[in-house]
Structures are given as structure tokens and as C-alpha cells.
């Protein structure tokens, strides 16, 4: 093991299960520049490319679907993470929900389906709010696709002139303010607050800036609540269950800053504090389809209500490896439940 360069496994020969692993080992190398480790893939130097905000990116499937099909193998998953704009309501004029609704409306989920196709493959699983898509949580997708700041059509039209009715009502006729969005100095990132500077200033006309920080100065003014809005993966799921991300943003002794509602306890106390409660509920009772019920409420509450966060559509990743990788696959939501599938891989070479 090197920090920063390199981890060595070994296949365990005392292990259980008779037989396996198949693999005598991994060597996993650590390659931060996404060129560096896409040319070696293509050039079979490593036979995995990444998983999880490492995936390729639109383009490399792209290139791998023109000119090398029949080497590579991509492998579309429903990510672990969803993407979100994170909004601190510390700030004004974000104290107010109706600004925080004009926002929400303002946005055309689809155009951000359109913004990061990835060659043949759709990025971004629409409609979704904040579980997972294609659990038992997850709304309904027409009632979602129903509900202001999903629709389409006439639909979006009518919210975006809502949108900007809101901002009149609540700032003055005209009158707009300009914020900045921080995210993480990579590709991935920066494409969610590109995107979002767009939707605001060409659908309600407020001007957002582009404050992109290295990881670590990230971390630092997350915790220090110091930044306008934030874009990254908002929302969290490890087995696609309702307190693996509701726990992280709704209930204080258990919140992670990178997830929760900012500010949210002083901006909207009554609704802060009565979707905390929601959360407790939910989580304690054992009753599944009781539980998906109130799920349901606390989703309906978030997507009409409180406006503590925007979500955009659920993130797919494109994880790639080379034809000659044996018995690996990956399904949705697959960053923490995957290791299983190691004892069973094998290389065809």
C-alpha cells in the first residue's frame, strides 16, 4: 500500500469458500487525472476504470461506443449519489421560501437530461426527487411528473412565469440578486453549476458566478457554512433505504454537512423541525407498507413545501472495463454492496 499511489490485495488462501477467489490478486492504482486513466484503459494497461464520480465521462462513452465496442464493456448503474444544489438558507434572500421555491420552479430537469447524454446512453434517470428511483420510497413518476418544477410542456412554461411572480412578489418588480455556486473543481461538478447558471439566468434572470474549489477547501467552507449554494451528489443511498439520506439532512445529531438542509432550522423552524419528526417516524416504524406511506409524505412535503434543497434527476455512472473482466456486473445503487462479487471474478486472458 502507497498513499496516493497504489493498493496490492492478495488472493486469501485460507478463504471460506472453497475454490474462490478466482483472481490471484488486484492491484488498484490510484490515477486522479481522468485523461491519464481513460488512455489507460483503452490501451489495456488497467482493466477497471473507476466507479462512482470516476466513471466516464460523457464523452469517453462516446469514444468507447464509436471506435472501441469490441474491447470495452460500459455498464450503466443507477449511482449511489444524486446529484443537488445544496442552498444555504443562512444567507438572504434565501431565508425566504418563496425564493427558494422560484428556484426549484425555475429549472427544466429535462434540459439537464439533454446536457449530460453520454452517446447513446441517458445520464440522468428523470423524474426523481429525493429517494432513490426505482425503489418502493420513490413517488410515483406521474405524480412527480405532476408536480410544479417537474412538468413539462405547458406545464413548465406556467412555472416559470410562477417563478419569476415569486421573485416580484418577494424582492420587488424586476428586481433580482446575483449568487455564487461552489463545487468541487471537477468535470462532473462543474457541469451542475454551468448548467444551473444557465436555467437561473435565462428562466428568472438571476445571475449566478462559478466558485469551483479543490476538495479540501470544499470541506472547509461546507462545514463553515460559508457559500451560496453548493452542487454535488445531495442525496445518498446505501441500500436504497429512506434513512440513509433523510438522517444525513434532516435530523441535527446524525446530519453530515455535505447533505443537510442548511440553515434550515432558522430559516423555516415550524417546517425544519416538523420534517425532523416525519424522519423519526419513519424510521422506527416497522410496518413497510406504513413506513412507504410516510416516505411518501416527508417526499411530498420536500417537493412542495419546504424547498430546502433542488434536486436534479437521479445519476447514472458509466463504469467501464475491459471484455477480458469475467463475472462482474453492477446493478443499481452498487458503490456499497459490490465487494461481494470479487471472490467470483475472473480475467479471460
Same mark, same amino acid.
Given at each position: 500500500?502507497?498513499?496516493?499511489?497504489?493498493? !496490492?490485495?492478495?488472493?486469501?488462501?485460507?478463504?471460506?469458500?472453497?475454490?474462490?477467489?478466482?483472481?490471484?490478486?488486484?492491484?488498484?492504482?490510484?490515477?486522479?487525472?481522468?485523461?491519464?486513466?481513460?488512455?489507460?484503459?483503452?490501451?489495456?494497461?488497467?482493466? /477497471?476504470?473507476?466507479?462512482?464520480? $470516476?466513471?466516464?465521462?460523457?464523452?469517453?462513452?462516446?469514444?468507447?461506443?464509436?471506435?472501441?465496442?469490441? =474491447?470495452?464493456?460500459?455498464?450503466?448503474?443507477?449511482?449511489?449519489?444524486?446529484?443537488?444544489?445544496?442552498?444555504?438558507?443562512?444567507? %438572504?434572500?434565501?431565508?425566504?421560501?418563496?425564493?427558494? !421555491?422560484?428556484?426549484?420552479?425555475?429549472?427544466?430537469?429535462?434540459?439537464?437530461?439533454?446536457? =449530460?447524454?453520454?452517446?447513446?446512453?441517458?445520464?440522468?434517470?428523470?423524474?426523481?426527487?429525493?429517494?432513490?428511483?426505482? =425503489?418502493?420510497?420513490?413517488?410515483?413518476?406521474? #405524480?412527480?411528473?405532476?408536480?410544479?418544477?417537474?412538468?413539462?410542456?405547458?406545464?413548465?412554461?406556467?412555472?416559470?412565469?410562477?417563478?419569476?411572480?415569486?421573485?416580484? #412578489? $418577494?424582492?420587488?418588480?424586476?428586481?433580482?440578486?446575483?449568487?455564487?455556486?461552489?463545487?468541487?473543481?471537477?468535470?462532473?461538478?462543474?457541469?451542475?453549476?454551468?448548467?444551473?447558471?444557465?436555467?437561473?439566468?435565462?428562466?428568472?434572470?438571476?445571475?449566478?458566478?462559478?466558485?469551483?474549489?479543490?476538495?479540501?477547501?470544499?470541506?472547509?467552507?461546507?462545514?463553515? #457554512?460559508?457559500?451560496?449554494?453548493? /452542487?454535488?451528489?445531495?442525496?445518498?443511498?446505501?441500500?436504497?433505504? %429512506?434513512?440513509?439520506?433523510?438522517?444525513?439532512?434532516?435530523?441535527?445529531?446524525?446530519? @453530515?454537512?455535505?447533505?443537510?438542509?442548511?440553515?434550515?432550522?432558522?430559516?423555516?423552524?415550524?417546517?425544519?423541525?416538523?420534517?425532523?419528526?416525519?424522519?423519526?417516524?419513519?424510521?422506527? #416504524?416497522?410496518?413497510?407498507?406504513?413506513?412507504?406511506?410516510?416516505?411518501?409524505?416527508?417526499?411530498? !412535503?420536500?417537493?412542495?413545501?419546504?424547498?430546502?434543497?433542488?434536486? /436534479?434527476?437521479?445519476?447514472?455512472?458509466?463504469?467501464?472495463? @475491459?471484455?477480458?473482466?469475467?463475472?462482474?456486473?453492477?446493478?443499481?445503487?452498487?458503490?456499497?454492496?459490490?465487494?461481494?462479487?470479487?471472490?467470483?471474478?475472473?480475467?479471460?486472458?
Amino acid at each position: 500500500f502507497q498513499v496516493d499511489v497504489e493498493t !496490492k490485495v492478495r488472493r486469501n488462501p485460507t478463504y471460506w469458500r472453497e475454490g474462490l477467489p478466482l483472481l490471484d490478486g488486484m492491484d488498484q492504482f490510484i490515477i486522479t487525472d481522468g485523461t491519464t486513466r481513460f488512455t489507460a484503459l483503452l490501451t489495456g494497461q488497467i482493466d /477497471y476504470f473507476g466507479e462512482g464520480s $470516476a466513471s466516464l465521462l460523457a464523452g469517453q462513452v462516446e469514444q468507447v461506443q464509436k471506435s472501441f465496442s469490441d =474491447t470495452i464493456h460500459i455498464n450503466p448503474a443507477l449511482h449511489s449519489w444524486g446529484k443537488g444544489i445544496q442552498i444555504n438558507q443562512n444567507r %438572504p434572500p434565501f431565508d425566504n421560501v418563496n425564493v427558494r !421555491k422560484a428556484l426549484h420552479l425555475a429549472m427544466d430537469r429535462d434540459q439537464w437530461i439533454d446536457f =449530460t447524454q453520454a452517446g447513446t446512453q441517458v445520464a440522468a434517470k428523470r423524474p426523481t426527487n429525493w429517494m432513490p428511483p426505482g =425503489t418502493i420510497w420513490a413517488l410515483p413518476d406521474e #405524480e412527480i411528473m405532476a408536480l410544479p418544477g417537474w412538468r413539462r410542456g405547458q406545464g413548465k412554461i406556467d412555472d416559470i412565469a410562477e417563478a419569476n411572480r415569486l421573485l416580484d #412578489e $418577494a424582492l420587488g418588480k424586476d428586481v433580482r440578486f446575483s449568487i455564487a455556486c461552489m463545487a468541487q473543481a471537477s468535470q462532473i461538478y462543474i457541469d451542475g453549476c454551468l448548467f444551473f447558471q444557465d436555467q437561473m439566468k435565462k428562466n428568472v434572470n438571476v445571475e449566478v458566478t462559478s466558485d469551483f474549489v479543490e476538495s479540501a477547501v470544499q470541506g472547509e467552507r461546507g462545514r463553515a #457554512e460559508q457559500y451560496d449554494v453548493h /452542487y454535488g451528489s445531495k442525496v445518498t443511498t446505501n441500500v436504497g433505504d %429512506p434513512d440513509d439520506y433523510y438522517m444525513l439532512s434532516a435530523v441535527p445529531e446524525f446530519e @453530515s454537512w455535505y447533505y443537510k438542509n442548511t440553515g434550515a432550522f432558522n430559516s423555516s423552524s415550524a417546517m425544519a423541525t416538523e420534517l425532523e419528526a416525519m424522519v423519526r417516524a419513519q424510521s422506527s #416504524e416497522l410496518d413497510v407498507a406504513k413506513r412507504r406511506d410516510m416516505v411518501w409524505e416527508i417526499e411530498r !412535503k420536500l417537493a412542495t413545501e419546504a424547498f430546502f434543497q433542488i434536486p /436534479y434527476p437521479w445519476t447514472f455512472i458509466f463504469p467501464a472495463w @475491459s471484455k477480458q473482466v469475467r463475472g462482474w456486473t453492477l446493478g443499481p445503487f452498487p458503490s456499497q454492496i459490490k465487494w461481494a462479487q470479487f471472490e467470483r471474478t475472473w480475467l479471460a486472458r
